[in-house]
């Protein structure tokens, strides 16, 4: 099994920044890619940053430039940076991890999602 925790959401004003973080932990082979998706009301839900287990990203475009996604790969956690918030990025901030489990015999099983319980992300204008 594993368990994410989310933190870092919150209120701020347009123009300001928030750090989010989603700790990993439970038994696992590996992590692969690790990601914060977001959902606004009456919006399908979006990829915000993804980030691969060599570190290599990809953002949503209208996040592009100001928000960064990194990760620690011995606290099996990862950051979204967001910087010049505005309005449209108000919403619920889910981290999803790619995990590849491990099998009966401690090797490398399957490969499984895991989305974390969300946090709140209001921008006032």
């Known amino acids: 099994q594993v368990q994410l925790v989310e933190s870092g959401g919150g209120l701020v004003q347009a123009g300001g920044s928030l750090r989010l973080s989603c700790a990993a932990s439970?038994?696992?082979?590996?992590?692969?890619?690790m990601g914060w998706y977001r959902q606004a009301p009456e919006i399908q839900r979006e990829l915000v940053a993804i980030i691969t287990s060599d570190g290599g990203t990809n953002y949503a475009d209208s996040v592009k430039g100001r928000f960064t996604i990194s990760r620690d790969n011995v606290k099996n956690t990862v950051y979204l940076q967001m910087n010049d918030l505005n309005s449209e990025d108000t919403g619920v901030y889910y981290c999803n991890v790619n995990v590849r489990r491990r099998n009966l015999f401690g090797g490398a099983g399957s490969v499984n999602d895991y989305r974390g319980q969300g946090t709140q992300v209001t921008v006032s204008s």
């Open positions: 439970g038994i696992f082979f590996s992590i692969n890619s």
